[in-house]
């Protein structure tokens, strides 16, 4: 029922018509399979010449290990039992039959029969039409790995594919060849027709199974020291040996709050292999060590995972190493990426029972791995497909790694969309004294001022080359994320010197006693910057000298001095004509009714009936329009 394009297609539909036949002892079966290569939304329609059967079953995954240790090699079968998704009862009445499902990665099927209650069995055609409304997007955002480190506060991230077997959990925690299709061995007999697929795609070539996205500092302190003392325990290892991890342990210690790495190794002709590597950090913070040890858990068994020779493992983390290194231009934002790889293949099996059989190789990352020279991505958004060949892909979510104080859960694990903004931590400012901030790449910095008395004050920061444009924006809250909401205004080299030439930015504000302010200080788009001075001053600078305006925004307009100041404020509208500003001339935030009704999330009232809304706009009364006209007329953040 599934066309062959389904794999690159979206949409589909399809259709088969048939004949339940009447039999001398048992009436006829017919069965149908349907393929699915990602979380989609499936409709089966059946419509027959009077009442029949319909039922929908899908596969039910288990990982069952298979061999002992004695092998070197951890093996396992993919076991696939069938159980119901879908199911008509005796009771069924009407000739046509629906079934909507959500439907994830695999093989279904689709059987029709004659009911029970049915003794007469005369042959029934029927139509059969399955269609796919559209593979579902809803959790198959892309990461961008900036937000995701400052805004949302994560520690990592990780790319999971797809297949069908990723609800094991085995599969990610050591190396296998899983066994998914054999004629003749129990739980493993059916065909797995979406995975032969897969294979026919790939023509055994390693498929992604999983990526990792590491930026937390101290986790790559962690990875370091393990990386390192693993480079010196192979190096006393004879480099030809082909070798095979045998179990790797990770051990917190709350008490004495050490995290403790042992890799166990064997030699795959029964070499011996020396005391295991022990491998002890203490370095960082306790909470950390311990939501430290759930990652490498999951990631160490996979950089572990060659099937060739000492010299092979050390060429990998000797690569590695030089990455986890630290350096100027990496500290606060780099990413290490780590790939995992599957294959899947074909083989002659010839343990009993005897005959070919169909394989998911996981073992095969530690070889890739090791040719790797490259662990820095340099690109930080992601995409959740992955190419498999011309027009075929397989799709995969996101799911991102949080470190907490909370010794019953030190580690989040969840979907990215999981994850809140949180409000970045400010840097509070005292009058005239200069602070020092600065910003990684997809980073900006936050500060804060109050008043300790009412008045108006300036806030200055220089540039520390002409080449520079910073912009300082003020909000009244904190800034959560990469948004510009809420902002009062902004000002990007709008202070000058005699020479009408930009030195930096500043903005003038307008206080009340123990009022709060936060700044915003950004390069770009969030591009990285060192560290300048910024102050705050009590005496700020007049600006008068032919006032021109600019419309930016529904919300917003340029408020331009002739001496090359600029900021960014909010429309000012008449309440009689809300969607016009009196001084760009353009238009206006809609939404707002005019006369006597007040737009809901009113934020501050001024002058005679005037006020300004929470979404930035001031809304001048009759009254004081023309005060507003003169410039005379006071209202919040006037400068």
């Known amino acids: 029922m599934t066309p062959d394009s389904y794999l690159s297609s979206f949409l589909y539909e399809s259709e088969a018509h048939g004949i339940l036949e009447r039999r001398s002892y048992s009436g006829d079966l017919d069965y149908f399979y349907i393929k699915c290569m990602t979380d989609t939304q499936v409709h089966v329609r059946v419509s027959a010449a009077k009442p029949i059967s319909l ?53 279904y099927f689709v059987s029709l029969d004659y009911l029970v209650k049915d003794s007469k069995r005369d042959d029934i055609p029927y139509g059969l039409t399955v269609s796919i409304d559209d593979y579902q997007w809803d959790g198959y955002e892309g990461l961008n790995m900036e937000d995701a480190m400052f805004n949302k506060r994560l520690a990592g991230a990780m790319w999971l594919n797809d297949i069908p077997f990723n609800n094991c959990a085995a ?39 999983a990526r990792y996205y590491l930026w937390d500092e101290d986790l790559i302190s962690v990875i370091r020291k393990v990386v390192t003392d693993l480079i010196n325990y192979l190096a006393a290892l004879k480099q030809d ?49 311990d939501a430290t040890a759930a990652i490498l858990e999951l990631i160490l068994p996979r950089l572990l995972t060659s099937t060739s020779t000492v010299e092979a493992y050390r060429r990998t983390f000797i690569n590695l190493a030089s990455a986890l290194e630290k350096s100027e231009d990496q ?30 190789d996981t073992s095969v990352t530690g070889d890739i791995l090791a040719d790797n020279y490259n662990w820095i ?5 992601d995409d959740c497909v992955r190419m498999l060949a011309t027009n075929v892909f397989q799709r995969g979510r996101f799911y991102g790694f949080k470190f ?84 009062l205004q902004s000002d990007v080299g709008g202070m000058m010197n005699n020479s009408h030439s930009s030195i930096g930015a500043h903005l003038d504000v307008e206080l009340a006693e123990g009022q709060k302010v936060y700044f915003r200080v950004k390069n770009g788009e969030y591009a990285r910057f060192q560290p ?30 002739g001496c090359g100041y600029q900021r960014l404020e909010g429309h000012f509208v008449s309440s009689s004509n809300p969607n016009v500003c009196v001084f760009c001339y353009g238009r206006a935030s809609m939404g707002f009714i005019g006369g006597g009704n007040r737009a809901p999330g009113v934020n501050q009232e001024f002058g005679h009936g005037s006020y300004l809304r929470a979404d930035g706009i001031y809304v001048i009364s009759d009254e004081d329009m023309p005060s507003l006209l003169r410039g005379t007329l006071d209202y919040p953040n006037k400068a």
């Open 532 to 561: 300048v001075s910024i102050e705050v001053r009590n005496t700020p600078i007049e600006h008068h000298d032919n006032i021109t305006y600019q419309w930016k925004t529904d919300r917003q307009h340029w408020r331009k001095c």
């Open 241 to 289: 040996i082909e070798l095979r991890n045998k179990e790797i342990t990770v051990a917190f210690n709350a008490a004495e709050k050490t995290l403790t790495v042992t890799a166990e190794f064997l030699g795959i002709a029964g070499n011996y292999i020396p005391n295991p590597l022990v491998s002890t950090i203490t370095t960082i913070a306790s909470y950390a060590l």
């Open 404 to 487: 907490q104080e909370d010794p019953q859960t030190p580690l989040r694990t969840a979907p990215i969309a999981d994850f809140s903004d949180v409000v970045h931590e400010d840097k509070p400012l005292k009058v005239d004294v200069p602070s020092s901030i600065y910003a990684y790449r997809g980073d900006y910095a936050l500060c804060s001022f109050t008043a300790e008395q009412a008045g108006k004050y300036c806030v200055e920061l220089p540039y520390e080359s002409s080449s520079e444009r910073l912009e300082l924006a003020t909000f009244a809250s904190a800034q959560i994320g990469y948004t510009d909401e809420g902002m």
């Open 55 to 107: 039922a929908v079953r899908q596969y039910d995954y288990e990982i069952f290990q298979t061999n002992d240790e004695s092998s070197y090699l951890f093996s396992g079968n993919l076991n696939h039992q069938l159980f119901w998704v879908y199911e008509s009862d005796e009771d069924t009445v009407g000739n046509v039959q629906t079934v909507d499902f959500l439907a994830k990665a695999g093989t």
């Open 171 to 209: 599969i990610l925690q050591r190396p296998s060849t899983i066994a998914y299709h054999h004629d003749s061995q129990a739980n493993i007999a059916s065909p797995e027709y979406y995975l032969d697929d897969l294979y026919e795609y790939a023509k055994d070539q390693p498929l992604e199974l």
């Open 377 to 381: 991505r340099d690109n930080h958004t």
């Open 331 to 360: 500290i606060g934002y780099r990413v290490i990426e780590i790939p995992v790889y599957y294959k899947m293949r074909k083989e002659d099996y010839s343990a009993l029972p005897k005959g070919p059989r169909s394989v998911i």
